[in-house]
């Protein structure tokens, strides 16, 4: 094999995901990570300073896409047009193609108390990203604040929902548990309709109307 | 000294706050805490398992009281009264009387990135308490953790603005900095009022209102 490797990263990456997954996370090894995604230990040690970071280095790339939709948002929006079409462009780009490895990532931090501190820890990282881009559009801190901590709330909301959605088998077919979830079903409903809900949801209840 | 010691595990909390506020985190020792609070090292590892989580175990304490809050609160409130019913209640009754331990303990958690990913999960565990009393309501699944994180996203800020409402030093006496910190100001506004100010806020924002 030689020295360059076109995707080190996103192999590992992925070999690592499939592995916790299978086997679980304590009991997954670097050499083993290494093995399945065909390179070496070393390489491994290149990219990720143990195996708990490379469940979290594809964050770092998601808070800085995140940042860069907000920085180029068209200028005149108010903050509830700019989350909206910030979560809009968020949905389709960096999201939608992701689903299987979000859930297969989300159920393997749920497994490990130090794996679900550090994706929290992760989580507000971004959070203050979104609040430092949004500073930058000249938006005054605590409104700033406000709009990354709620934008983040829906987000998070419509992902879990949008999961479940998908994860959740057929009522007609009491077969499709074992169904390869890898192929999504037609009719599923994209993230963006469960982002809308959400934000929905939350006008209805800050504003004491009905839900 | 006797072996009955009134009010042992708040005496650490405090004695170990104190410390590690003044010393830092990671300069503090346990025999130090405890000597502080006249007790012995023993005595602190029969209340807690660890120098870290001395700073934690208030955090259950306040986590079963708003629970509580929401399961007494009036059967008909609407979503948003009953957020605002818990968020006045928990501020007059939880959070009005410690400004200034918390202000110590969220410098503390700050310094050390160990601390700052427990006060996250921690924050996340009183969530989940506050979405099972939601449910405990009959309030639906979605609904309920949509409201327990509207309403810890409400606090958070406000508890946030009331702490550097009271650190900041008033502009006319340059020397206040200098100032005994303990004794508040009698201009000092109440946390509730923020509390109003924040939902005022979310609300603006989610509703797409001029801010």
Do not use: C
């Amino acid at each position: 094999m030689g020295r360059w490797n076109p995707d080190a990263r996103g192999r590992l990456e992925r070999a690592a995901l499939e592995l916790f997954a299978e086997r679980g996370f304590a009991e997954t090894t670097v050499p083993q990570i290494a093995k399945k995604a065909g390179l070496t230990t070393r390489t491994f040690f290149r990219y990720f300073a143990d195996k708990r970071e490379v469940l979290f280095s594809g964050e770092d790339d998601m808070r800085e896409q995140m940042a860069a939709i907000i920085r180029d948002a068209p200028p005149d929006l108010s903050p509830i047009q700019l989350i909206e079409y910030a979560l809009e462009a968020a949905s389709t780009t960096i999201f939608e193609p992701r689903r299987d490895a979000m859930r297969d990532w989300r159920a393997v931090v749920a497994s490990d108390e130090g794996l679900r501190e550090r994706a929290l820890r992760k989580e507000q990282l971004s959070t203050e990203s979104t609040i430092a881009a949004l500073g930058e559009r000249g938006v005054d801190a605590r409104t700033a604040e406000l709009m990354a901590r709620l934008a983040t709330l829906a987000l998070q909301s419509a992902v879990t929902h949008w999961i479940e959605d998908a994860a959740s088998p057929d009522a007609a077919s009491p077969d499709a548990a074992g169904a390869d979830r890898a192929a999504p079903a037609a009719q599923d409903k994209p993230l963006v309709v469960f982002v809308h809900e959400s934000l929905d949801r939350m006008r209805a209840i800050v504003s004491g109307q009905p839900l």
